[in-house]
């Protein structure tokens, strides 16, 4: 990628996603305490983006305890934070382009585990630039919770980030790798480790309240058929709440466009029962000799 311009609209557009996340995030993470719902952050955060001239390029995750990804309120969620560990995950887009950052929040008297990953993420970004193999990054971030006492999680990762898709090549692992690939000049990618005190594998829980549309098709129904073309025109690929659809035959209408496979569904993604779970996260931009963190 020889000539890469770093002043192009898209990575202007990345760098004005940055911007809105990380004043977004900041305020985001501020409000969390005991007796706040979780509904009121996730409300509070993508209004806030929209505010701000961005959209959500997700639905804002509050994933708490042993939950790792994937989890954000239902539309009349009440649950309210206790004394807990919550992983506080936004994404923005400005006209598709992404950024994506998570901080960990800790209400549970465990703070170590929240120095764990934002330790690795630390030490990882000081690696990255074109050319860094992401095993390397990988081996960086396993050995800084490993020090800690802690294990990473092996089948989350870092990854990169495309225009109106949040996951593109390449996949930046939480743990050392042989078969990994270089870090291109430009390449514009979020690292993510997590950091916990179970075995460091994730599995799919029963809660699911994101969809993304994988494929448009003809269907039965007017209602469905609404649905597709609303999901099409607000949210393109990128991933959306059940809430921001709505209750009643909206609800109805997303599990019969799922049953087609139209549309696919994000199960939370759990460690171990009673297993804590923190996450760091940024946006980068890989140059010649380092990176620019555009989630700062």
Known sequence: MEGVDFKSEKYEKHRA????????????EGMIEVGTTHLEVAEFAENKIREMGGEPAFPVNISINEEASHSTPSINEKTKFGEDMICLDIGVHVEGWIADAAKT????????????????????????????NVGKIGEVIESKIGDRGYNTILNLSGHGVGRYDAHVGPNIPNCAIRTGVELE?????????????????????????????????????????????????????????????????????LQRLKMARIIRGYPVLREQKGKLVSQAEHTVIV??????????
């Open 17 to 28: 996603a940055g911007k809105i996340l990380s004043e977004t995030l900041s305020e985001a």
């Open 105 to 132: 929040v800790d209400l549970s008297g465990n703070p170590e585990l929240v120095e764990a990953s934002e330790v690795a993420l630390e030490a990882a970004l000081d690696i990255v630039q074109a050319g860094v």
């Open 185 to 253: 000049l430009g390449d514009v990618v979020a690292i993510e480790p997590f950091a916990t005190l179970g075995g460091g594998k994730v599995t799919e829980g029963g809660k699911e309240e994101i969809f993304s549309l994988i494929q448009k098709k003809s269907v039965r129904g007017k209602k469905s058929r609404e649905l597709i073309d609303t999901i099409e025109n607000k949210y393109n690929t990128l991933p959306f709440a059940a809430r921001w659809i709505g209750e009643g035959q909206g609800k109805i209408s």
């Open 287 to 296: 140059m010649e000799d380092g990176c620019e963190i555009i989630t700062r």
